[in-house]
């Protein structure tokens, strides 16, 4: 069975300020972070025993992951895994880039965002340059505030050509037609995230190929349902697997609306749906 897993444990803590996040420097108490890093290995116990299952993984943490030792390792471990498909995770990229040199670079991926105003460019971009070296897979993408558009601009082109530069549209900010052009210019594929998709009703991989897992084993649907499906450690989930229509009137969130059959994001973003990675063919294409 082929299954992608959006894998969200309690951990909420991050080492940025960003004021467009409820979870700006935040820090969890040392008890929390004892039972994150006991969940996620749990879970990670639980794909290496998956043998006769195809997976892909992504880790979509409220706060930063990657500066905790357990998420380096569990994702390395995951990559060198011959089930697991693609692991990747959603990250700042504000830890050290060494670790990578473990994995599989034909498994692992990256989902970076770039804070301005959190961390130097200069610091940042050099780790972009840094992990294209190393020959690690990553995107890269900006909040489209129009604060940033000229920092976007600059790192569209000091990127290298083959990293794609993605930009959200940022929760709650209209764009006039002109704004979302200079957008668009920068990443084709913008048009997509400017407005929230319908979905009341429509055809969804989630649910059925696509699931949602928190870190005590419950799974659902997608990050946005809080309905339960099961329970990811007793198997229960596996009987309530089926193609569901989505429940909700809009989904305006990348990791939910990719997943939508009637949009053609599947085949845009063909081999680097986890990661936000389009096929070459579909970068110039809005």
Same mark, same amino acid.
């Given at each position: 069975? $082929? ?13 940025? $300020? @960003?004021?467009?996040? +409820? ?9 929390? &972070? ?5 969940? &996620? ?39 060198? &895994? +011959? ?18 040199? %473990? ?25 972009? !340059? $840094? ?11 900006? /909040?489209?505030?129009?604060?940033? &558009? ?22 709650? #900010? %209209? ?11 920068? $990443? ?6 400017? #407005? ?6 429509? +055809? ?18 997608? !990050? ?18 089926? +193609? ?5 009137? /809009? @989904?305006? @969130? #990348?990791?939910?609306?990719? #997943? ?11 081999? %680097? ?14």
């Amino acid at each position: 069975m $082929d299954l992608t897993l959006l894998y969200r444990g309690p951990l909420a803590s991050c080492d940025y $300020d @960003c004021p467009y996040c +409820p979870f700006a420097k935040r820090r969890d108490p040392p008890e929390l &972070l004892r039972a994150d890093r006991a969940c &996620l290995e749990r879970f990670a116990d639980w794909v290496a025993c998956q043998e006769e299952d195809r997976l892909s993984v992504l880790f979509t943490p409220w706060g930063e992951g990657l500066v905790r030792s357990w998420y380096r390792q569990t994702l390395v471990r995951l990559s060198l &895994l +011959p089930q697991v498909r693609r692991v990747a995770i959603q990250t700042n990229l504000s830890f050290r880039t060494d670790w990578v040199d %473990g994995a599989d670079l034909d498994t692992l991926a990256l989902w970076c965002t770039y804070h301005p105003g959190q961390t130097p460019y200069e610091r940042f971009i050099g780790k972009c !340059h $840094d992990l294209a070296a190393r020959g690690v897979r990553f995107s890269v993408g900006v /909040v489209g505030l129009p604060g940033h &558009l000229e920092q976007a601009r600059r790192l569209r082109a000091e990127l290298p050509e083959r990293v794609y530069l993605w930009i959200n549209a940022a929760e709650g #900010h %209209g764009y006039t037609d002109a704004e979302a052009a200079r957008w668009t210019a920068i $990443d084709p594929l913008f048009p997509y995230s400017r #407005h929230p998709h319908r979905s009341a009703g429509l +055809p969804c991989r989630t649910g059925e190929s696509v699931l949602s897992v928190d870190g005590d084993g419950t799974v659902r649907r997608c !990050h946005f349902v809080r309905a339960e499906l099961g329970h990811l450690y007793d198997g229960s989930f596996r009987a309530a697997l089926r +193609p569901r229509p989505c429940p909700l009137a /809009v @989904c305006d @969130c #990348h990791i939910g609306y990719v #997943h939508l059959e009637t949009l053609p994001l599947y085949d845009v973003f063909a081999g %680097g749906v986890l990661e936000r990675i389009p096929a070459p063919a579909m970068r110039s294409r809005g």
